[in-house]
C-alpha cells in the first residue's frame, strides 16, 4: 500500500491550519496519516521561509529524509508552503531531495502530484492564486478543545523586510457564511476556542462584511466559545473593530498587534505605514473601548541602518505599551525583498546584544503584569492536565495567559473556572479554584 502520509509542520499558525486542510484533502482521496516518519510512504514537510534559521532547519531535516530514502527508495519526499515557492529551483534540480514541491495555493493538486512522484516524475506545482481560499474544503482536526480557522490568504502590504507576499500571493477572503459554519460545527464537536487567522486579519472583506462583522458573526454562534484571531496590522484597526471585541464577552480582549520598531525612521524604512505617535494612540483608544485589554508584538532587532538610539526607542515603546508577551526576532535578510537590497549593517554581534535587551526587558515587563494579577480573580478555560504533573490543571485566562490550578474530580476539560491568582511568574500564574462558572452565568460572569 501507498497510502501512508507523514506530516512535519514548520511556520506560523497559518501553516498548521494548511497541514490540516492537507489533511483533509489526502484523507478524502484515501491516504491514512501516519504520526510515525518510519511508517509512511510520503513525507511531508510544511515549511517556513520568514527567516534564515527556518529554512536552514528544514535543510537539516531534509538531510534526515535523504537518508531514509537511501535505504527506502520508494519513499517519496515532497515540500509544502512557504519554501516551495521560493526554492523550488534549488529543491529539485539542484539537490535532487525532494519529489514533491506544492506551494500554499495548489493543495487541492497533491493527490496527483504524489501520484506523479509514484510513478517516476517529479510532482510540482507552485502557481500563486488570486482566488483559492479552500473555502469548501473541510480540513481534517483530531478531537479538541483550541481550532484555528483561516479566514484568509496571503498579503498584500509588503513590509519591505517580509517575504510572505512573495510566498502565500495576494490577499483573498472566505465567504463569511462559511467560516461561520465551521466555527458551528467546532462548536457541535465541543471545541471552546477557536482563533481566526490571517496575515492581517483585519483587511479581511466579503462583499459587504467586514473583519468585524465575522467576528460578531462568529461569536453568536456559541456563547461558550472564546473567539481569538491574529495578526492585527496597525493600518488597519478600524474602530468598528475595537467596539465589536468590547461588546461580544466571548471575543477575548486580547490583540497580537506587531509594532516592529520603535523608531519612526525605521518604519518608514520597512513600509509599515504608521509611526510611533499613531500607534500609540490605537492603543490608548484600545484601552479606552476595551477595559483590560492586552496586547501583543512582534519586534526585529537590527534592521539595517539601526542606531543604538533607534534600539532605544524599541525600548521606549515597550516600557510605555507594556505588552504581555512579544515574539522577537533578530532581522534576517531574505532575497527577493526591498530589505535584501538595503546593506544588512547591523553586525551579529550587535543584533544579539539588541535583542537580548529586547528580550529581558518583555521578561520583565511580563512578570510584573503577572505580578499585579496576585489576588485577582480570573476566568480560566481548563485546557486538561498540566505537563509537569498530574496533581496540576493547564488553562488560560481570556488575555491568553497560561495558569496551573490543582486538579480535582470536578473539573473537566472545556470547564470555565473562576481562579483565584496567588503566585506568578514571567510566563505562567498559579491559582487556586474558587467557582465554576456555568454556560449561562458565563456569560453574565464575562461581560461583568
Ligand atoms: N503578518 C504578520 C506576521 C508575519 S511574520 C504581521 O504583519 O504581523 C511574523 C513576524 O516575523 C513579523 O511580524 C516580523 O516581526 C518577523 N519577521 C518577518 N520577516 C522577518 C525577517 N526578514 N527578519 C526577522 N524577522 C522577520
Ligand atoms: Fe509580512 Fe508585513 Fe504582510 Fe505581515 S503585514 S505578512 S510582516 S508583509
Ligand atoms: Fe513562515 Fe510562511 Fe508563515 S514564511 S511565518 S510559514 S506565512
Not at 490577499?171 to 471545541?191: A, I, N, T, Y
Not at 476566568?379 to 485566562?397: A, C, H, N, P, Q
Request: glycine share 6%; net charge negative.
Amino acid at each position: 500500500m501507498r497510502n501512508k502520509v507523514y506530516i512535519e509542520t514548520y511556520g506560523c499558525q497559518m501553516n498548521v491550519a494548511d497541514t490540516e486542510l492537507v489533511m483533509g484533502i489526502l484523507k478524502k482521496n484515501g491516504y491514512e496519516i501516519t504520526k510515525d516518519a518510519d511508517n509512511a510512504n510520503v513525507v511531508l514537510l510544511n515549511t517556513c521561509s520568514v527567516r534564515e534559521n527556518a529554512e536552514q532547519r528544514i535543510y537539516g531535516r531534509l538531510g534526515n529524509f535523504k537518508n531514509m530514502k537511501n535505504s527506502k527508495p520508494e519513499l517519496v519526499v515532497g515540500i509544502l508552503g512557504c519554501m516551495a515557492e521560493r526554492l523550488r529551483q534549488d529543491l529539485v534540480e539542484d539537490k535532487k531531495i525532494v519529489d514533491v514541491v506544492v506551494g500554499p495555493d495548489e493543495y487541492r493538486h497533491l493527490p496527483e502530484l504524489i501520484d506523479a512522484a509514484f510513478n517516476g516524475g517529479k510532482g510540482i506545482g507552485v502557481r500563486l492564486s488570486r482566488t483559492e481560499t479552500y473555502d469548501d474544503i473541510i480540513p481534517y482536526r483530531e478531537d479538541g478543545l483550541q481550532a484555528w480557522i483561516s479566514v484568509m490568504r496571503g498579503c498584500d502590504k509588503f513590509c519591505t523586510f517580509c517575504v510572505v507576499p512573495f510566498t502565500r500571493g495576494r490577499e483573498r477572503s472566505r465567504f463569511l457564511g462559511s467560516v461561520v459554519d465551521e466555527v458551528r460545527q467546532l462548536s457541535m464537536r465541543g471545541f471552546r476556542e477557536v482563533t481566526m487567522l490571517g496575515q492581517n486579519v483585519n483587511s479581511y472583506k466579503d462583499n459587504e462584511n467586514d473583519f468585524a462583522d465575522l467576528l460578531a458573526a462568529a461569536a453568536q454562534v456559541d456563547r461558550r466559545m472564546r473567539i481569538r484571531f491574529t495578526t492585527s496590522h496597525p493600518q488597519d484597526l478600524s474602530d468598528k473593530l475595537l467596539y465589536t471585541i468590547a461588546e461580544h464577552p466571548n471575543v477575548c480582549n486580547y490583540i497580537h498587534l506587531p509594532v516592529q520598531s520603535g523608531s519612526d525612521r525605521i518604519l518608514r524604512l520597512m513600509n509599515r505605514t504608521y509611526n510611533i505617535e499613531q500607534y500609540l494612540g490605537l492603543i490608548e483608544k484600545a484601552k479606552k473601548i476595551i477595559p483590560g485589554v492586552s496586547f501583543s508584538t512582534d519586534i526585529i532587532s537590527g534592521f539595517p541602518t539601526e542606531t543604538y538610539e533607534d534600539h532605544v526607542m524599541t525600548l521606549d515603546v515597550m516600557r510605555e505599551v507594556r505588552y504581555d508577551g512579544a515574539y522577537m526576532f533578530k532581522y534576517s535578510p531574505r532575497e527577493g525583498t526591498k530589505a535584501y537590497k538595503m546593506e544588512d549593517d547591523v553586525s551579529e554581534e550587535i543584533k544579539t546584544k539588541r535583542l537580548q535587551e529586547i528580550i529581558e526587558l518583555q521578561q520583565q515587563i511580563s512578570f510584573e503584569k503577572n505580578r499585579e494579577l496576585i489576588e485577582m480573580e480570573e476566568i480560566v478555560l481548563v485546557e486538561g492536565k498540566s505537563r509537569k504533573s498530574d496533581e496540576f490543571l493547564t488553562g488560560r485566562t481570556d488575555t491568553n495567559k497560561v495558569v496551573i490550578i490543582p486538579s480535582h474530580e470536578n473539573i473537566k476539560e472545556g470547564s470555565y473556572v473562576k481562579v483565584k491568582i496567588n503566585r506568578a511568574t514571567s510566563a505562567t500564574l498559579f491559582g487556586e479554584f474558587v467557582d465554576f462558572v456555568y454556560p449561562d452565568e458565563n456569560k453574565i460572569a464575562l461581560t461583568a
